[in-house]
Every structure is written in structure tokens, then in C-alpha cells.
């Protein structure tokens, strides 16, 4: 999901020597990868009432102001650095909202809760319940992907953010384990953890194993 790492450090190094239009194109280049992100972290009430391009506007230009800070101090690969100011951003606008129109909210709802699911989730929802599962079987699809939406919200908050972090976001194990603050042994167990609740919360729905 993310570009290619050796490809944007040539960027980077380029932003410093050639400087706009070098800028220009390294937030280009994280563009669609920025706005996935942020669209798996959007949660449903939210979604409503902000635009995700909106919101990736706002975090490049976050990102633009503190792009010289990072070039004299790189202490994490660009794209871990870019989605930590993602994350704040989305921390900070998820609370602003929260507050502005808490009476209209019907429940509350983890900021990592997805707003939408892919084509990847849907081929990771098969693999969880049935390997066998045929793809072309649209209605079986439909009722994948609403289990597996509704599976992701019942992960605690850091097994769902690494399920987001490899699954949505491909990050490696190494990333995630930067990310998390922790070793990339307790990330990789952390992921086989969360993988295990997930195949056992679809395993439960009576609809699928009707289907199995």
C-alpha cells in the first residue's frame, strides 16, 4: 500500500536539493496511500460529516510545515512518520466532532472501527471462515463483508489496529512493531492473536456455517 521505501528516500533526498516541486511530488505520491489510511479509521458517524480528502489535505499540510524537522532528524521511515501525524489529526478531529454533535450520535463507535471494507478485507474475509469459500458467490460475499466489518469492531483496539496495519495498510512486521512501540515478536503474536479471535467470531455467525 505504502510506496516503495528506497524509492521515496531518493525523494526525499531530492526535496533538499530541488525543493517545491520535489515536495510537490513526494505528497503526491502519499496521497492514496494517506487517504486509504484514513478511510479504515473513519468511523460511520464521522464518515458523515467529514470529507476524507478534506482530512488528507490537512494532514499534508501538518506534514508540509514539519517536512524540514523530519529531514534534519529522520528517526522513523517517512510513511510511519506521515501517519503518526495522520493519527493524531484523526484523534484530534474524531474528538472535535464527538463533542459538537454528541446528542446526535446514536453510540460510540472506536475511531479504528472501518468505515468501508475492500476488496483485500473481503478476500482476508474468506480465507478466516472457509478457505473454500467460492469469490463468485455474491450474496455469500455481501454477508462476508458485513460479518467481517462487524468482526473488526469487536477486536479490542490494539488487535484491530494490527489487523488495519498488516491487512489494510500492508505494512510489514517490522513496521507495525515500530509503530506499536513493541518487539517484532510481540507484534507477529499480537497479529496470530488477533487473526484467531477473528476466525472465531466468524465461525460463530449462524449464517455462515449455514453456508460452510
Not at 56 to 62: A, F, M, S, T
Not at 140 to 157: G, H, K, V
Amino acid at each position: 500500500m505504502w510506496p516503495d521505501a528506497n524509492e521515496t528516500q531518493i525523494l526525499l533526498n531530492r526535496v533538499e536539493q530541488e525543493g517545491a516541486s520535489a515536495t510537490e511530488r513526494l505528497w503526491e505520491r502519499h496521497r492514496e496511500p494517506l487517504r486509504r489510511m484514513i478511510l479504515h479509521r473513519l468511523d460511520r458517524a464521522l464518515e458523515r460529516r467529514v470529507d476524507a480528502s478534506d482530512v488528507v489535505q490537512e494532514v499534508l499540510l501538518k506534514a508540509n510545515q514539519r517536512l524540514s524537522e523530519y529531514l534534519r532528524n529522520p528517526a522513523m521511515p517517512f510513511h510511519l512518520w506521515l501517519r503518526h501525524i495522520a493519527r493524531d489529526h484523526m484523534i484530534d478531529e474524531h474528538r472535535r466532532h464527538r463533542v459538537a454533535a454528541r446528542r446526535s450520535l446514536d453510540r460510540e463507535q472506536s475511531l479504528a472501527a472501518p468505515a468501508f471494507v475492500d476488496r483485500s478485507s473481503m478476500d482476508l474475509a474468506a480465507q478466516l471462515r472457509d478457505p473454500n469459500l467460492t469469490p463468485a458467490a455474491a450474496v455469500l460475499r455481501l454477508e462476508l463483508e458485513r460479518r467481517f466489518r462487524d468482526a473488526l469492531t469487536q477486536l479490542d483496539e490494539p488487535d484491530r489496529e494490527i489487523v488495519l496495519m498488516r491487512h489494510f495498510e500492508q505494512l510489514s512486521n517490522g513496521d507495525a512493531a515500530r509503530h506499536l512501540g513493541v518487539s517484532e515478536a510481540a507484534a507477529g503474536m499480537r497479529h496470530l492473536r488477533a487473526l484467531r479471535r477473528l476466525r472465531t467470531i466468524l465461525g460463530e455467525s449462524p449464517s455462515l456455517k449455514g453456508n460452510a
